[in-house]
C-alpha cells in the first residue's frame, strides 16, 4: 500500500502545484481573485509551489529507480513541511480557497504519512 500511496501524495502534489505555481507566476488577471494582484508576495508563491512540484517529481521519479532512501527523504520532508505550512495559512488567511485547497492535499499527505509511519 505504501507505493500507491506514494504515488497518490506526490502526484496530487504535482498535478496541484505545478498549474498554481505556473499561474502565480504568469501575470494573468483572472488569476488575481485567487492569489491576490501581481506583486512580489505572489511570485514568491508561485517559486513555493513549483519548489513542491519540482520535490514531488523527484519523489516520483527516485521509487521506481530503485532510490528507496531519495523517496522516503522527499515523503518525509515535503509532506510533513506541506501539512504544516497549510495549518498555519488557515490561521494567517481562514478565508482562502487556495488555503482551503491546500487543507484537502494535506488531508491526503495525512493519510500517505500514517500508512508510513
Same mark, same amino acid.
Given at each position: 500500500?505504501?507505493?500507491?500511496?506514494?504515488?497518490?501524495?506526490?502526484?496530487?502534489? /504535482?498535478?496541484?502545484?505545478?498549474?498554481?505555481?505556473?499561474?502565480?507566476?504568469?501575470?494573468?488577471?483572472? /488569476?488575481?481573485?485567487?492569489?491576490?494582484?501581481?506583486? #512580489? +508576495?505572489?511570485?514568491?508563491?508561485?517559486?513555493? $509551489?513549483?519548489?513542491? =512540484?519540482?520535490?514531488?517529481?523527484?519523489?516520483?521519479? =527516485?521509487? #521506481?529507480?530503485?532510490?528507496?532512501?531519495?523517496?522516503?527523504?522527499?515523503?518525509?520532508?515535503?509532506? #510533513?513541511?506541506?501539512? /504544516?505550512? +497549510? /495549518?498555519?495559512?488557515?490561521?494567517? $488567511?481562514?478565508?482562502? #480557497?487556495?488555503?482551503?485547497?491546500?487543507?484537502?492535499?494535506? =488531508?491526503?499527505?495525512?493519510?500517505?504519512?500514517?500508512?508510513?509511519?
Amino acid at each position: 500500500m505504501f507505493p500507491l500511496m506514494l504515488y497518490i501524495s506526490l502526484g496530487a502534489n /504535482v498535478a496541484v502545484t505545478l498549474p498554481l505555481g505556473w499561474l502565480a507566476l504568469s501575470g494573468r488577471p483572472a /488569476v488575481c481573485t485567487i492569489l491576490g494582484p501581481e506583486s #512580489p +508576495s505572489r511570485r514568491l508563491l508561485g517559486c513555493l $509551489l513549483l519548489t513542491l =512540484a519540482l520535490l514531488s517529481t523527484l519523489g516520483l521519479y =527516485a521509487w #521506481p529507480t530503485g532510490h528507496d532512501e531519495t523517496a522516503m527523504a522527499v515523503l518525509l520532508g515535503l509532506l #510533513p513541511t506541506q501539512i /504544516v505550512w +497549510s /495549518v498555519m495559512s488557515l490561521l494567517a $488567511l481562514p478565508r482562502s #480557497p487556495l488555503v482551503r485547497g491546500a487543507l484537502a492535499l494535506s =488531508a491526503l499527505h495525512a493519510v500517505t504519512l500514517s500508512t508510513v509511519i
